[in-house]
Structures are given as structure tokens and as C-alpha cells.
């Protein structure tokens, strides 16, 4: 779906009134090759880019710092749905300062433009409070095309170099730079903070302590001792635990 800036910037293109074909200059974004695109995967190195924010020019790597970071695409500016997600994330920085995480979103449109909506945001989600991370402003699509941002059909739009609004995804990134999850939601579907921190939760965890977490996992819940570890070790790392199976073993950790 083409936001109202989007759509207002197609109407305002000199291509679109222009009828003599050698005078125009057609209104395009850079244009893309599927077989140029990163592949990304969990384990994959984080792709730098460098590009304007909210909060001024970034190196994404430099960015990364040594944190962990979450990356979090937009459909738009000024729509509803975005409106209230990024209102939530910024009202729980406080949560991901604890766990050690820097949120940066991204949406398709100019500064200017994000520095209107963060206005919005901040009278109707956040109670006044300053909006408390970076936006980027990806109007070459150039994030959208590295961490393949973008619907299917929007990905054909991206290799004519026509405009597009990215989906909702999400890119957790540890300190090494290392890709260790992704969730994509289309534009209609909110995202859901709670499962963003305990993923958040559980992969720190399992770096911290050498274990896996269950279905449903939230922190303070038993957690499985991977296949890997032989009974004796579990019992010297993780004490007691219970045995379900010989492959089904639950502990408990601090
Ligand atoms: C929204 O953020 O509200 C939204 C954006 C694009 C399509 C549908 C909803």
C-alpha cells in the first residue's frame, strides 16, 4: 500500500505530466537486482549501510557498538498501526536498556517527515515523553533491499526502481553483528512487544547458560539441556533435573 506521502510525491513527479519522452526524467528509486541481494540468515553478518535518522547520519556496524540491536521496519509514516508500535517500543526502552539493546526503525520516508509523525507519536502513545531512538530514513530503499524489507510483489516493484513501502520486519542483531533472529509480519498484523523481549530473554539465556527454552517459554520457567550435554554434565552444571526422556531433560537456572 503507497502512503500518502508516496502517493503525493508520484502526483508531484515532472515524469508523470511530462509527455515528450526524451525530456522526461522519470521518477525513479534506485533499482535493484535479486541476484545482488544479501542472502540473510540467522548467523548471517548484519549488512552495513550508512544512512540519515532521526538522530543524524549513522554507520550501521558503528552503530552496533558492542550492543545488541533490534532493527525494525515500517510500512509508513503517519498510519495507524505504526503508530502505536512505535509507541510501545518507546515506551519500553527502559526494558531493552536493561537487557542491553538498542532499537533503531526504519520507515521509507525523509527526516522531516519522521520528525513530524514522532510529534504524533509522542501526543497520543508516549504521554509527551520524548520518542527515544532513531529512525531511518530509507528513501533510496537501500535497508529495505538488504534485509529484504519488502513483499514479493514490492520486491518485482524494487528491481523496476518504482517506489515501495517496506513490511513489518524484525532484526535482532548481538553484539558480534551476527543475525540471531527475524520475524516478518505483513502491514496489517502489530507486532507484539511482550514476544519481542522474550526472545530477547531466551537468546541471551541460552548464550549465558548453554540451554534451549521450551514452547512458550518466559523467564523464571524451566529450561531443556540440550542433546549435546551428557547427563553427568548436566548434573554438574544444572544440579538436579528432571528427566522426561533421555532427549527431554529440564532444569532450572538462575
Ligand atoms: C499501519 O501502520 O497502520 C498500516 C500501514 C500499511 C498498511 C496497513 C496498515
Redesign the pocket.
Known amino acids: 500500500?503507497l502512503s500518502r506521502t508516496l502517493l503525493k510525491r508520484i502526483l508531484a513527479s515532472p515524469a508523470r505530466f511530462n509527455s515528450t519522452p526524451k525530456t522526461v526524467v522519470p521518477f525513479r528509486f534506485y533499482s535493484f537486482t535479486q541476484a545482488e541481494q544479501p542472502r540473510i540468515r540467522i548467523g548471517s553478518t548484519a549488512p552495513n549501510f550508512q544512512v540519515e535518522t532521526t538522530k543524524g547520519a549513522i554507520d550501521f556496524h558503528e552503530y552496533v557498538n558492542g550492543n545488541w540491536v533490534i532493527l525494525f521496519s515500517?510500512?509508513?509514516d503517519y498510519?495507524?498501526?505504526?503508530?502505536t508500535e512505535l509507541g510501545a517500543f518507546s515506551r519500553l526502552k527502559p526494558e531493552f536498556d536493561k537487557r542491553g539493546v538498542k532499537l533503531i526503525g526504519l520507515s521509507t520516508e525523509g527526516v522531516e517527515s519522521h520528525q513530524g509523525w514522532i510529534k504524533d507519536i509522542e501526543e497520543v502513545e508516549t504521554n509527551g515523553d520524548a520518542f527515544q531512538f532513531p529512525i531511518i530514513a530509507d528513501g533510496k530503499r537501500e535497508v529495505a533491499y538488504k534485509y529484504d524489507m519488502v513483499t514479493e510483489d514490492d520486491f518485482k516493484n524494487l528491481q523496476a526502481g518504482k517506489p515501495v513501502?517496506t513490511v513489518r520486519t524484525v532484526f535482532i542483531i548481538d553484539p558480534a553483528k551476527k543475525i540471531r533472529l527475524i520475524m516478518t509480519y505483513p502491514?496489517?498484523t502489530g507486532r507484539n512487544t511482550e514476544e519481542v523481549i522474550r526472545v530477547i530473554d531466551a537468546l541471551q539465556l541460552a548464550d549465558g547458560k548453554g540451554i534451549a527454552t521450551p514452547v512458550d517459554w518466559t523467564v523464571g520457567k524451566e529450561v531443556i539441556i540440550p542433546p549435546t550435554v551428557s547427563d553427568e554434565d548436566a548434573k554438574a552444571k544444572f544440579g538436579d533435573f528432571r528427566k522426561v526422556k533421555p532427549y527431554l531433560r529440564y532444569a532450572k537456572v538462575d
Open positions: 500500500m515500517h510500512p509508513a498510519t495507524p498501526v505504526c503508530t513501502a502491514a496489517s
